[in-house]
């Protein structure tokens, strides 16, 4: 398994490649990849992978996550060098680097799932670690498929206002609102470590709930605090964050917002509080553009991957 982060740099190894100096380029110029840094062709090897996908074809209400990659990339170029309160440069502790996007059919759900598994897949041969940059939730079904073939079933640690674990819509079984229905049915996830952070607002019936529970997850939510990293332990973990576990007025650009959600604060603590995890993938869905005000969605998002990335960073060999 490509499961060891060897942060010992030996001699043949080359030193990461961080981003561009912005005391050279200033910030809001230069490459328009993740926080500038370089892209995956540019260097030999690569720690963590960030990979974008702007699939948006599985939301069951307002549309335009396939324009989250582009408005995550362009927040992140603020992002600098040195993390204070974890102590690490995340940039620079290991090499992060920018594939670009999948090409995904947005007329196919099927297919898409598969190019997007595909994608992880391919990049996962060449990199250790994927963060990828969503699209909507049903992106995190290929994902974590890409995750069980190499670390077999994982802790997923999920915020999001919403379960997430309904059957189907239309009669559709694959779309934002269904995806760890399906991880939990195909087997990817670790059994009775899944969780669910965020999580508020109406739902269709008490069943949601009792599946939910079925399925052995258990739920911290919106009005409940994260007792840091329980129920993790030393299992690998994948990090699934939908945007819209932070309140609408932390992030008003995305499909299904729910009142009374997290603070910005509130997340970026919570991930803090994961230091030294056994982090082996994560993700950042439904931020939707084209209803963010003043890039607050994309900013947030590009915070909670820098933390994402610190963790990458401190993680447990
Ligand atoms: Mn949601
Ligand atoms: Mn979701």
Known sequence: MADDLNRETPADRPAPVGPVDPLVVPRFAGPSTF??????????????????????????????????????????????AYHAGLDVHPFTAQQVADVGDVACNPFDIAEAISQIEAAA????????????????????????????????????????????TWDTYFGAAYTHGTPFRRAWEEGLLLEDRATHVGIRGPLFSPDDLADDARFGFEIVDAMDVLDEGRRLGEAPVYVSIDIDVLDPGFAPGTGTPEAGGLTNRELL??????????????????VAPPYDTSEITAVAASHAAYELLALFARRKI
Request: hydrophobic share 45%; with cysteine.
């Open 121 to 164: 897949d391919e990049t996962l041969d060449s990199s250790t670690h994927l963060l990828s940059l969503g699209g909507d939730h049903t992106i995190a079904l290929p994902l974590l498929r890409a995750m069980h073939r190499r670390h077999g079933p994982v802790a997923l640690l999920h915020f999001d206002a919403h379960l997430d």
């Open 35 to 80: 926080a500038r840094l370089p892209r995956r062709e540019d260097v030999e090897v690569c720690d963590v992978a960030v990979l974008g996908i702007p699939f948006d074809s599985g939301v069951t209400y307002r549309p335009g996550a396939r324009f989250g990659p582009h408005a995550i990339r362009n927040a992140s170029r603020l992002l600098r």
């Open 269 to 286: 603590g919570i991930l803090r509080g994961l230091a030294g995890v056994k982090l082996v993938g994560a993700d950042i869905v439904e």
